[in-house]
């Protein structure tokens, strides 16, 4: 027997992708500042450390629009590729 996330999971599969990635984008934003109290310090840690390579000009950051503009391309590469040719992350 289906259950309702199993049923919704499968009306959204069916909507044109343009509107699955809204909605995909939209479900990330509301978990974006999502850490758990086990991993939450480490980031942190990693953060405070990345902030002072950068004021220090140890490091250069990279804008955000150019990193979304890069992630984006890549996404749009990945999709294009046929099933067995995509590459997974580990």
Not at 8 to 14: D, Q, R, V
Not at 40 to 52: F, H, Q, S, Y
Not at 56 to 74: D, F, N
Request: no cysteine; hydrophobic share 35%.
């Amino acid at each position: 027997m289906a259950t309702a996330q199993d049923t919704l999971e499968a009306k959204l599969l069916n909507w044109p992708a343009t509107k699955r990635i809204q909605l995909a984008e939209k479900l990330t934003a509301s978990v974006e500042d999502f850490a758990t109290p086990e991993i939450e310090p480490a980031w942190n840690t990693e953060i405070e450390g990345r902030v002072k390579e950068i004021r220090e000009l140890r490091a250069e950051g990279i804008p955000a629009k150019e990193v979304m503009t890069e992630a984006r391309r890549q996404l749009h590469e990945t999709r294009r590729l046929p099933p067995a040719g995509r590459r997974r992350t580990p």
